[in-house]
């Protein structure tokens, strides 16, 4: 997780969401010393469910990653994109554009 993050040169405290498969102290650990809010799933183990709390959070991360997973659905679905990149102006208005890659 260390390497994709670095390349995209985020600004630090940017939240990084993750599905359930990343949560992992080795990821967590990354996004703490490189000062980025981790948005990672809770994955519940067997012999110990998740708490009201962490269910909650979940809820919350999936309303957000389903934002963005429909709109690069779109993407490809509309303009036969395979691959999509992110690109943020900091402006006045704070703009955000997708440009499908071809």
Not at 78 to 93: D, E, K, L, Q, T
């Amino acid at each position: 997780m260390e390497r994709p993050l670095a390349k995209a040169k985020l600004p630090q405290g940017t939240p990084v969401y993750a599905d359930k498969g990343h949560d992992s102290a080795g990821n967590k650990g990354v996004l703490k010393r490189v000062k980025f809010k981790s948005r990672i799933m809770h994955k519940g183990v067997r012999g110990c469910k998740l708490t009201e709390r962490e269910q909650r959070i979940n809820v919350a991360t999936s309303k957000t990653k389903y934002k963005a997973k429909r709109t690069f659905g779109s993407i490809r679905r509309r303009f036969h994109g395979g691959i999509a990149r992110y690109v943020h102006f900091n402006s006045a208005n704070g703009l955000s554009f997708l440009y499908p890659a071809c």
